[in-house]
């Protein structure tokens, strides 16, 4: 239910930690986490002028203290754009666990800011989320770690005086990043997975490895029908456009972005969507899931019925007399495993279903992670989803920039003190470096089949990566996808090979920077690089 409402970079981990919650029989996944609640800062800068300069909200967190020594380290797993307990699985068996396994450490989960329970207003109006900026998130991060308390844990574990080592996959990698360069003096070290340290507006590249790795009977087929119903909106042909959306039972998305973003739901739908896509392939089916292939399994169908591949003949007349290949197995499939996925039936509604044109629906100021995740998507990430301006497509060319820039106009109007900008203003996400992002003891790990991966520090438009060193390491891990390290079976030794030697690859880092570490506590204020 909570990934319907969820947009962009996050839907991958609310639906892996369900699936974990639910699949899972180890006696680790009967640990349970008591929330916490920290005074944090609602404005760290109040230089800026602006209210509430001394005023605190409560920060929710959880501590898992199972593998801690004293002399271990803190590891700190950013929240980022979801709820706290959706975060569980890191402590219980993925990448958390295995760092305090390995080096009897303390695992914490704090939770970000505008979500989950750590809402510093009761609504979510554009002068209310002011507040939820980069700069503040990571601020967040910093004056934690100087200032947490853990219950039962004896001594006093804050930063600078222990090592904390954060860790984050996707934004919250990015915040990892953006913790350890702007805040080094304080946090150690930071692992950042798949995480999209330069942002553009528009991303089309989400769809480049789908393209590039998914099967390509599959890709191809959805790529001619894309171009034929691009055809059929570029000569105005409404007749044919409309039938083209029965056959898919969406004749009611009057809107042709609307019905472009449903059908394209399997594959990638640019805003909110319903379904396990690319994105939520894993190593581990627990912890994901295999829908995409057999979306593809259907679309490339050899034994289709005849009255499902007749279907494929249509709309030939548009095309003459060409069938539209693998169009009767597309919209069969689509009828029958998405549209159910909207469960009032009212497909053109806005939120549960595949409707977005509703005003009134983004004006709504209750609290909820997808507003607050829209709200940085308009101010400072982008990273909108649309179709490639050239070569082959899997999402019709209707949707453009304008589609995601839309909502923002409409759910955020111009505040006393705060108003959203006409287009993001992504320079202050990339300030901190973008693909020339360096911080001594940030390490980045990517997979070449990440759908972000065009925004990572391995994406195909960064420099070369020669300069790896322990102070500065890298990993690009052939095969994997987004964040794939971040889930564990709890035992390394029995994952698969290119998992198993990311894993050994991040225990390695982070046991050499420990060593380090009174070296680096004494030294403070000398710059090593
Ligand atoms: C915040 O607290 C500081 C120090 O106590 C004080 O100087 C300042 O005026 C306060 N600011 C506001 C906006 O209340
Ligand atoms: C922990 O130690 C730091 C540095 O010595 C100190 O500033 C802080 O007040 C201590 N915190 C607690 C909860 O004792
Ligand atoms: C497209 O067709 C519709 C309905 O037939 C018509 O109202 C509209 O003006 C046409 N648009 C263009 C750009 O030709
Ligand atoms: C079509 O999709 C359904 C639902 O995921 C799946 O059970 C079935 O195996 C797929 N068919 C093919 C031929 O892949
Ligand atoms: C295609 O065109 C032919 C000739 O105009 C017509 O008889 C036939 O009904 C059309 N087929 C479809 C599916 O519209
Ligand atoms: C538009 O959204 C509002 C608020 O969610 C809702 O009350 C209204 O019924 C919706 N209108 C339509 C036509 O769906
Ligand atoms: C990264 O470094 C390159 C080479 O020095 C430079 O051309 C580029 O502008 C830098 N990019 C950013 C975002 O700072
Ligand atoms: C997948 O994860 C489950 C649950 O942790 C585990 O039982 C299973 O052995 C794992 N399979 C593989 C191939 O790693």
């Not at 390509?216 to 409309?242: E, H, P, W, Y």
């Not at 920039?401 to 111009?414: G, K, L, R, V």
Request: net charge negative; proline share 6%.
């Amino acid at each position: 239910m909570f990934s319907l409402k969820t947009v962009g970079l996050l839907a991958a981990v609310i639906i892996r930690t369900q699936a974990l919650q639910v699949k899972r029989d180890t006696p680790r996944s009967d640990l349970t986490y008591k929330p916490n609640y920290f005074n944090q800062k609602i404005n760290h800068f109040p230089e800026n002028g602006l209210p509430y300069a001394n005023t605190t909200f409560t920060q929710r967190y959880y501590v898992d203290s199972s593998y801690y020594k004293p002399g271990g380290p803190v590891y700190l797993y950013i929240g980022g754009e979801t709820s706290g307990p959706s975060r569980f699985s890191n402590l219980q068996s993925g990448i958390i666990q295995i760092l305090m396994e390995a080096t009897n450490g303390l695992g914490v989960i704090l939770e970000n800011r505008y979500y989950g329970e750590s809402y510093p207003f009761k609504t979510s109006t554009t002068d209310e989320l002011t507040f939820l900026t980069t700069a503040q998130t990571i601020a967040d991060n910093s004056y934690f770690a100087q200032n947490a308390v853990f219950p039962g844990v004896d001594p006093n574990l804050t930063a600078p005086g222990t090592p904390w080592i954060l860790y984050g996959g996707s934004l919250a990698g990015a915040q990892t990043a953006f913790s350890v360069k702007q805040h080094g003096d304080v946090l150690y070290g930071g692992i950042a997975s798949s995480a999209p340290v330069e942002v553009v507006v528009g991303y089309p590249e989400w769809y480049s490895p789908i393209q590039k790795y998914a099967p390509q009977g599959c890709v191809m087929r959805i790529n001619n029908i894309v171009d034929n119903f691009d055809m059929l909106i570029a000569k105005n042909l409404s007749t044919a456009v409309n039938e083209f959306k029965a056959l898919f039972g969406l004749e009611v998305l009057t809107d042709h972005r609307d019905f472009a973003a449903a059908i394209a739901d399997p594959i990638g739908n640019p805003g909110s969507y319903h379904s396990n896509t690319w994105q939520e392939l894993n190593w581990n089916s627990s912890y994901g899931s295999r829908d995409f292939f057999y979306f593809c399994g259907n679309v490339s169908d050899i034994d289709a019925p005849e009255e499902i591949t007749r279907v494929d003949y249509a709309l030939s007349n548009y095309t003459n007399g060409m069938p539209w290949t693998g169009l009767g197995s597309y919209a069969n499939y689509i009828k029958t495993y998405t549209l159910p996925l909207c469960a009032s039936g009212d497909y053109n509604s806005n939120g549960d279903c595949f409707g977005t044109q509703n005003q009134s629906y983004w004006e709504d100021t209750t609290n909820s992670e997808s507003r607050s995740y829209v709200y940085t998507s308009c101010t400072e990430q982008g990273a909108y989803i649309d179709a490639p301006k050239e070569g082959p497509s899997l999402l019709s060319r209707v949707v453009d920039t304008s589609y995601e820039q839309q909502w923002c106009t409409w759910a955020f109007p111009d505040g006393k003190y705060n108003k959203v900008p006409p287009s993001p203003d992504i320079s202050v996400y990339n300030s901190f470096g973008g693909f020339n992002i360096t911080a001594d003891r940030l390490a980045f790990i990517d997979g070449d089949q990440d759908v972000w991966n065009g925004l990572c520090y391995h994406s195909p438009l960064a420099p070369p990566r020669t300069q790896t060193s322990d102070l500065h390491p890298e990993l690009f891990i052939t095969g994997a996808g987004h964040h794939w390290d971040s889930a564990g079976i709890l035992d390394v030794e029995a994952e698969p090979q290119f998992i198993r030697e990311a894993h050994l690859w991040e225990i390695r880092t982070v046991k050499k920077w420990l060593r380090d570490f009174d070296a680096w506590k004494h030294g403070k204020g000398i710059r090593r690089h």
